[in-house]
C-alpha cells in the first residue's frame, strides 16, 4: 500500500489581471500549502476508486472526483495500464477553495510516479497535472510558489513553515467558473514585491467581491476573523469559500478557533500550519 498527502493550497494573494480569449483569466498569486488535506492510498491487490473519509459524501456519485481523471491521464501518458485501486480520504470540504480536488488529483500523480519509478521533475508528469487544472501544478510540487497564467507557471518562493494558520468554512460550496465570471474586469495591478508574508499582507483577493456575491457569509467569516487578535492577514483563499487567517502565535490562533466554533459551531474551523 503506498500512500500520498494532498496537502490544501491557500492562495494567501490573488491578482486577477485580465480575461482571456480562451475563457480563463491572466492571473497573479502566492501558492502556500499547509500541514493538513486528504490523502490518496494505492493498493495493488484492489480496483476502481473508493472514497472515505468525513467529507466524502460531498463527491458521492459525482464526477467531481479528479483521482480517476488524474490515474487515466497518467496511464496514457506513460503507457503504463492503470492497476491496482486507489482510495481518496475526503478530509477537506468539497469546492471550498483549498484546492481539494486539484490536490488530490496532484497526490495521485504523484503517487502513481513513485509506485512506477518516474522522478517527480519529469516534465510529462506536470504536463499531466497541467491538462487536469489550473491549480494542479502548483500542487503537484506542494510548495510556496508565485504562480501566473491560468496559475500554471511557477516561480518557486521562500516559505514560512510553521505559521499559525486558521481555516475557516462556512460549509457553503462555491463553484469556481461563476465566481471568475463575476469579477468586474478592472485590473488592480500586480502582486507586491516582497518576501512570502509581505505579499499576503500587502496583497488582495480580487475574488472575494464577486464570491461575496454568491454566498455574502463569506463577509461574516472575513469579518470575524479580522477582529480577532494577533492576525497577521485575513482574506479567502481562491474562489471561496474557505478563508484563512495567519497568526504569529499559536495561542491567538487557539483563540480565535474557539471563538469561531462557540459562535457558528456549524462551520467548519481547522488549526493548522503552513508547510
Ligand atoms: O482550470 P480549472 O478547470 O480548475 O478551472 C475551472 C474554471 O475556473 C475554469 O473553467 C474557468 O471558468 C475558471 N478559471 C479562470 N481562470 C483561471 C483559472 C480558472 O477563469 N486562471
Known sequence: MFTEPAPAKLNLALHVR?????????LET??????????VALDDTASGCAIAGPFAGALDGDGDNLVPRAAARFAETFGIPHG???????????????GGGSADAAATLRLLARRHGIALDDPRLFDCADRLGSDVPACLYSRTALGSGRGESLTPIAGAAGTPVLLVNPRVAVATAPVFAGWDGQDRGPLPDGDLLTIARDGRNDLEAPAKAIAPVIGDVLDLLNSRSGVMVARMSGSGATCFALFADAHDRAAAAAAVRRSHPNWWCLETVLL
Open 84 to 98: 491496482g485501486g486507489i482510495t481518496l480520504t475526503k478530509c477537506l470540504p468539497v469546492a471550498s477553495g483549498l
Open 30 to 39: 502566492l501558492f502556500a500549502f499547509v500541514a493538513d488535506g486528504d490523502t
Open 18 to 26: 485580465q480575461r482571456r480569449e480562451d475563457g480563463y483569466h491572466s
